[in-house]
T-cell receptor, first 114, second 112 residues
Protein backbone atom coordinates (compact mmCIF):
# COMPACT_ATOMS: atom_id res chain seq x y z
CA UNK A 1 0.00 0.00 0.00
CA UNK A 2 1.77 3.12 -1.24
CA UNK A 3 -0.66 5.41 0.54
CA UNK A 4 -2.16 8.49 -1.06
CA UNK A 5 0.11 9.71 -3.83
CA UNK A 6 0.24 13.36 -4.81
CA UNK A 7 2.17 14.81 -7.70
CA UNK A 8 4.06 16.98 -8.15
CA UNK A 9 5.56 17.49 -4.69
CA UNK A 10 6.55 21.04 -5.57
CA UNK A 11 5.31 23.38 -8.25
CA UNK A 12 6.33 26.92 -9.08
CA UNK A 13 4.14 28.89 -11.46
CA UNK A 14 4.13 32.44 -12.69
CA UNK A 15 1.20 34.66 -11.84
CA UNK A 16 -1.60 34.05 -14.32
CA UNK A 17 -0.52 30.57 -15.31
CA UNK A 18 -2.48 27.38 -14.76
CA UNK A 19 -1.58 24.71 -12.21
CA UNK A 20 -2.89 21.14 -12.16
CA UNK A 21 -2.39 19.00 -9.10
CA UNK A 22 -2.85 15.22 -9.07
CA UNK A 23 -3.98 12.82 -6.40
CA UNK A 24 -4.11 9.02 -6.44
CA UNK A 25 -6.17 7.74 -3.48
CA UNK A 26 -5.65 4.47 -1.70
CA UNK A 27 -7.14 1.64 -3.72
CA UNK A 28 -10.60 0.79 -2.44
CA UNK A 29 -11.15 4.13 -0.71
CA UNK A 30 -14.41 5.66 -1.89
CA UNK A 31 -13.98 9.19 -0.55
CA UNK A 32 -11.42 11.75 -1.71
CA UNK A 33 -10.91 15.15 -0.13
CA UNK A 34 -8.87 18.21 -1.06
CA UNK A 35 -7.61 20.67 1.56
CA UNK A 36 -5.39 23.73 1.38
CA UNK A 37 -2.92 24.39 4.19
CA UNK A 38 -1.44 27.76 5.02
CA UNK A 39 0.09 29.09 8.21
CA UNK A 40 -2.64 31.69 8.62
CA UNK A 41 -5.72 29.61 7.77
CA UNK A 42 -4.58 26.13 8.77
CA UNK A 43 -6.31 23.25 6.98
CA UNK A 44 -9.11 24.62 4.80
CA UNK A 45 -11.57 22.24 3.19
CA UNK A 46 -11.89 22.69 -0.56
CA UNK A 47 -13.91 19.83 -2.05
CA UNK A 48 -14.91 16.20 -1.64
CA UNK A 49 -15.82 13.25 -3.88
CA UNK A 50 -17.56 10.03 -2.98
CA UNK A 51 -17.49 7.19 -5.49
CA UNK A 52 -16.16 9.73 -7.99
CA UNK A 53 -19.21 11.97 -7.65
CA UNK A 54 -18.71 15.54 -6.42
CA UNK A 55 -20.44 15.87 -3.05
CA UNK A 56 -19.40 19.20 -1.60
CA UNK A 57 -17.33 21.96 -3.18
CA UNK A 58 -18.29 24.64 -0.68
CA UNK A 59 -14.67 25.48 0.06
CA UNK A 60 -13.61 26.05 -3.52
CA UNK A 61 -12.98 29.60 -4.68
CA UNK A 62 -15.60 29.66 -7.41
CA UNK A 63 -13.94 31.45 -10.23
CA UNK A 64 -10.55 29.85 -10.76
CA UNK A 65 -10.60 26.51 -8.96
CA UNK A 66 -12.04 23.27 -10.28
CA UNK A 67 -11.71 19.63 -9.30
CA UNK A 68 -12.51 16.41 -11.06
CA UNK A 69 -12.41 12.71 -10.40
CA UNK A 70 -12.67 11.02 -13.80
CA UNK A 71 -12.02 7.55 -12.39
CA UNK A 72 -11.57 5.87 -9.03
CA UNK A 73 -7.78 5.99 -9.26
CA UNK A 74 -7.20 9.71 -9.51
CA UNK A 75 -8.48 13.18 -8.85
CA UNK A 76 -7.21 16.51 -10.13
CA UNK A 77 -7.36 20.02 -8.75
CA UNK A 78 -6.92 22.73 -11.35
CA UNK A 79 -6.21 26.37 -10.59
CA UNK A 80 -6.55 28.77 -13.49
CA UNK A 81 -4.88 32.16 -13.62
CA UNK A 82 -2.90 31.49 -10.44
CA UNK A 83 -2.38 34.33 -8.00
CA UNK A 84 0.26 34.73 -5.26
CA UNK A 85 -2.42 34.16 -2.61
CA UNK A 86 -2.94 30.65 -4.03
CA UNK A 87 0.51 29.73 -2.71
CA UNK A 88 -0.05 26.95 -0.18
CA UNK A 89 0.34 23.25 0.43
CA UNK A 90 -2.53 21.38 -1.21
CA UNK A 91 -3.32 18.15 0.56
CA UNK A 92 -5.36 15.28 -0.76
CA UNK A 93 -6.80 12.66 1.57
CA UNK A 94 -8.77 9.49 1.05
CA UNK A 95 -11.04 7.52 3.31
CA UNK A 96 -12.85 4.18 3.15
CA UNK A 97 -16.05 6.17 3.36
CA UNK A 98 -17.65 4.62 6.42
CA UNK A 99 -19.19 7.01 8.90
CA UNK A 100 -16.36 6.96 11.43
CA UNK A 101 -13.38 6.29 9.21
CA UNK A 102 -10.43 8.62 9.38
CA UNK A 103 -8.40 10.14 6.57
CA UNK A 104 -5.08 9.14 5.12
CA UNK A 105 -3.34 12.22 3.80
CA UNK A 106 -0.96 12.41 0.89
CA UNK A 107 2.35 14.22 1.19
CA UNK A 108 0.90 17.31 -0.43
CA UNK A 109 1.85 19.57 -3.30
CA UNK A 110 3.60 22.77 -2.31
CA UNK A 111 2.48 25.41 -4.79
CA UNK A 112 4.39 28.66 -5.10
CA UNK A 113 3.01 31.38 -7.35
CA UNK A 114 5.54 34.10 -8.17
CA UNK B 1 -21.55 23.39 8.66
CA UNK B 2 -19.13 22.94 11.49
CA UNK B 3 -16.63 25.31 13.07
CA UNK B 4 -13.79 24.15 15.29
CA UNK B 5 -11.78 26.45 17.53
CA UNK B 6 -8.40 25.25 18.83
CA UNK B 7 -6.27 26.72 21.58
CA UNK B 8 -3.55 27.51 22.27
CA UNK B 9 -1.90 28.24 18.95
CA UNK B 10 1.57 27.79 20.49
CA UNK B 11 2.44 25.69 23.54
CA UNK B 12 5.88 25.50 25.11
CA UNK B 13 6.56 22.87 27.77
CA UNK B 14 9.53 21.27 29.48
CA UNK B 15 10.42 17.69 28.73
CA UNK B 16 8.65 15.35 31.12
CA UNK B 17 5.73 17.68 31.81
CA UNK B 18 2.26 17.31 30.35
CA UNK B 19 0.72 19.32 27.53
CA UNK B 20 -2.96 20.04 26.91
CA UNK B 21 -4.71 21.27 23.79
CA UNK B 22 -8.36 22.24 23.79
CA UNK B 23 -10.94 22.36 21.01
CA UNK B 24 -14.56 23.40 20.84
CA UNK B 25 -17.11 22.69 18.14
CA UNK B 26 -20.49 24.10 17.23
CA UNK B 27 -22.55 21.32 15.68
CA UNK B 28 -24.13 19.11 18.31
CA UNK B 29 -24.57 16.42 15.62
CA UNK B 30 -20.80 15.95 15.33
CA UNK B 31 -19.86 12.49 16.53
CA UNK B 32 -16.25 11.81 15.54
CA UNK B 33 -13.22 13.73 16.81
CA UNK B 34 -9.75 12.77 15.55
CA UNK B 35 -6.41 14.33 16.40
CA UNK B 36 -3.60 14.61 13.87
CA UNK B 37 0.12 15.22 14.38
CA UNK B 38 2.08 16.93 11.63
CA UNK B 39 5.87 17.09 11.70
CA UNK B 40 7.75 19.63 9.56
CA UNK B 41 7.62 18.73 5.88
CA UNK B 42 5.32 15.78 6.54
CA UNK B 43 1.61 15.15 6.08
CA UNK B 44 -0.80 15.05 9.04
CA UNK B 45 -1.07 11.63 10.65
CA UNK B 46 -3.84 10.35 12.92
CA UNK B 47 -2.64 9.79 16.48
CA UNK B 48 -5.85 9.22 18.40
CA UNK B 49 -9.58 9.66 17.94
CA UNK B 50 -12.72 9.53 20.03
CA UNK B 51 -16.33 8.90 19.12
CA UNK B 52 -19.34 10.50 20.69
CA UNK B 53 -20.30 7.38 22.64
CA UNK B 54 -17.13 7.79 24.74
CA UNK B 55 -15.94 10.38 27.24
CA UNK B 56 -12.32 9.34 27.52
CA UNK B 57 -9.80 7.39 25.50
CA UNK B 58 -6.16 6.67 26.28
CA UNK B 59 -3.33 5.22 24.26
CA UNK B 60 0.47 5.38 24.59
CA UNK B 61 0.82 8.55 26.59
CA UNK B 62 -2.13 10.29 24.92
CA UNK B 63 -5.46 10.99 26.56
CA UNK B 64 -8.50 12.42 24.80
CA UNK B 65 -11.48 13.76 26.71
CA UNK B 66 -14.87 14.59 25.20
CA UNK B 67 -17.53 16.73 26.89
CA UNK B 68 -20.54 16.63 24.57
CA UNK B 69 -22.61 18.92 26.74
CA UNK B 70 -20.00 21.67 26.53
CA UNK B 71 -19.09 20.71 22.94
CA UNK B 72 -15.48 20.54 23.95
CA UNK B 73 -12.73 17.97 23.50
CA UNK B 74 -9.10 17.97 24.50
CA UNK B 75 -5.81 16.19 23.96
CA UNK B 76 -3.44 15.58 26.84
CA UNK B 77 0.10 14.41 26.27
CA UNK B 78 1.68 13.01 29.40
CA UNK B 79 5.46 12.89 29.97
CA UNK B 80 6.28 14.93 26.87
CA UNK B 81 9.47 14.22 24.95
CA UNK B 82 11.32 16.34 22.36
CA UNK B 83 9.92 13.99 19.72
CA UNK B 84 6.43 15.22 20.59
CA UNK B 85 7.34 18.64 19.17
CA UNK B 86 5.09 19.11 16.15
CA UNK B 87 1.89 20.73 14.93
CA UNK B 88 -1.29 19.16 16.31
CA UNK B 89 -4.73 19.50 14.73
CA UNK B 90 -8.10 18.61 16.17
CA UNK B 91 -11.06 17.93 13.91
CA UNK B 92 -14.76 17.18 14.04
CA UNK B 93 -17.15 15.39 11.75
CA UNK B 94 -20.93 15.52 11.89
CA UNK B 95 -23.00 12.40 11.74
CA UNK B 96 -24.34 12.87 8.25
CA UNK B 97 -21.12 13.70 6.53
CA UNK B 98 -17.64 12.41 5.88
CA UNK B 99 -15.96 15.80 5.78
CA UNK B 100 -13.66 16.74 8.67
CA UNK B 101 -13.51 20.33 9.86
CA UNK B 102 -10.13 21.14 11.39
CA UNK B 103 -8.98 23.53 14.05
CA UNK B 104 -6.20 25.92 13.10
CA UNK B 105 -3.56 23.88 14.85
CA UNK B 106 -1.26 24.06 17.87
CA UNK B 107 2.50 24.18 17.62
CA UNK B 108 3.88 22.17 20.53
CA UNK B 109 7.50 22.83 21.48
CA UNK B 110 9.07 20.48 24.04
CA UNK B 111 12.39 21.71 25.36
CA UNK B 112 14.94 19.37 26.97
Amino acid sequence: NAGVIQTPRHKVTGKGQEATLWCEPISGHSAVFWYRQTIVQGLEFLTYFRNQAPIDDSGMPKERFSAQMPNQSHSTLKIQSTQPQDSAVYLCASSPGQANSDYTFGSGTRLLVI
Amino acid sequence: GEQVEQLPSILRVQEGSSASINCTYENSASNYFPWYKQEPGENPKLIIDIRSNMERKQTQGLIVLLDKKAKRFSLHITDTQPGDSAMYFCAARDSGYNKLTFGKGTVLLVSP
